[in-house]
C-alpha cells in the first residue's frame, strides 16, 4: 500500500494544509493560530483549566505554555474556582472576547467557503465519516484486538 492511499497519510496532509492556512489567516488578523481553538473552548462564565486539553487533545504542558500567552497578550484571566479554590478557570478578558469573535468568525468563513467549493454532499459524507472514524478510535481497544487477531491469522497461514 502506498502512504498516499492510507487514512493516516491523507488526515496527516490535509491538516497540515489547512493549519497553515490557518495560521496564515489567523496571524493576519493578529491572534496566533495555536490560541484560536483554545478561544473557541472557554465558555462564557469560565473554563476549568483542566477541561481546555482534554476538549482540544492538548497536552498540559503546551496547554499551560499557550496559556501564559494568552495571559501576556491579555486575551484571558485565570481565577480560582469560588466554588474550589484548587481548581483554576480560564477567562475571556474583553480582548479575548473580540479575538474569540475574529477567530470564530475565522472558523466559521473557511468552513463555509470550503462547504461552497467541495460540496454540501460531500462535505456532509467526510463529516459522518470522520465522525465514524473517531468513535473507531474511541476504542482503541478494539482496534488492538482486531490488528492482533489478523497477526495471528496472517502467522498461522504463512509459515
Known sequence: MRPQDTIDFQLRWGWQKLARFYSSEAESRGIPFSYVFVLLQIDRDGTPSTKLGPRMGMESTSLSRTLKGMENMGLIERRPSEVDRRSVRVFLTSRGVDARRQARDLVVDVNMQLRKM??????????????????????????????????????????
Open 118 to 159: 467541495l460540496g454540501d454532499g460531500h462535505v456532509d459524507r467526510l463529516l459522518t465519516e470522520m465522525k465514524r472514524l473517531n468513535e473507531v478510535l474511541d476504542r482503541p481497544e478494539q482496534l488492538q484486538h482486531n490488528l492482533t487477531t489478523n497477526i495471528s491469522s496472517k502467522s498461522t497461514t504463512n509459515p
